[in-house]
């Protein structure tokens, strides 16, 4: 491990989409490139953290430092998660899916000409966020997103509430920042909002992993 602040501390980062089989073939997924959790991981190890990156399917490297745990599903991801306590902090920077396919069906799910397609039953997938800001074995720092494109702060501080984590990272997705390499966002904690300018994703995950050996070090 790297020397700095966070030596000796453990953080947890979830990161990239998580894919919800409908069969062997397709899935249902959000969009996202991992690009801003997998930055977040490799800051935290630089400064010294051990990291475990517990990632959804993405087309990115690791950052070098991290032990990664590769993950399909949110279900998958909350395991991996669970397992990799007890941690100093999670920063859940994942798009996981809000549902899932209430069925996996085995074979692959066929056309049949002249019938309509039948309808996709929904399940409600696990809130990884609100369940590790509720653990018996919370970290304690527990730092959640927001992707937003309107009321981005009053959003933010509903989840904040909603969820019981410590900070939110709200990120302002009106304009072109899905997939791409900068980032505006706000830093939405129990004591206020910081705007932060527009910035290259390595330099959100800079500041973000400062802020955190800030508080671990209080
Ligand atoms: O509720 P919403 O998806 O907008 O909240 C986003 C935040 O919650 C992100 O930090 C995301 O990683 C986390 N989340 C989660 N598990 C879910 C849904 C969202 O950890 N099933």
């Given at each position: 491990f790297a020397d700095?602040?966070?030596k000796g501390r453990h953080v947890v980062v979830t990161s990239g989409p998580t894919h919800e089989p409908l069969d062997p073939v397709r899935y249902i997924a959000n969009r996202s490139s991992g690009r801003q959790g997998h930055a977040i991981a490799g800051a935290l190890a630089a400064l010294g953290a051990r990291v475990t990156l517990v990632s959804g399917p993405v087309a990115i490297a690791p950052p070098p430092g991290v032990a990664i745990v590769a993950?399909?599903?949110a279900a998958d991801m909350l395991a991996a998660v669970e397992a990799a306590l007890p941690a100093?902090?999670?920063?859940?920077?994942a798009a996981v899916a809000d549902f899932r396919p209430a069925e996996r069906v085995t074979g692959k799910i066929k056309k049949i000409p002249g019938q309509p397609p039948a309808p996709?039953?929904?399940a409600l997938n696990p809130d990884i966020l609100a369940t590790l800001s509720h653990?018996?074995?919370r970290p304690g720092l527990v730092v959640g997103?927001?992707?937003e494109t309107s009321n981005?702060?009053?959003n933010a501080q509903d989840k904040l509430a909603r969820k019981g984590c410590d900070w939110v990272v709200a990120n302002d997705v009106s304009g072109d920042v899905m997939g791409g390499t900068e980032n505006t966002v706000h830093l939405v904690t129990a004591s206020g909002v910081e705007d932060w300018p527009r910035l290259p994703k390595a330099e959100v995950a800079a500041?973000?992993?400062a802020r955190i050996a800030d508080a671990l070090a209080k």
């Open positions: 700095g602040p966070l993950v399909e599903t100093d902090a999670a920063v859940c920077a996709i039953v929904l653990h018996a074995a997103f927001a992707a981005v702060i009053a500041r973000l992993a």
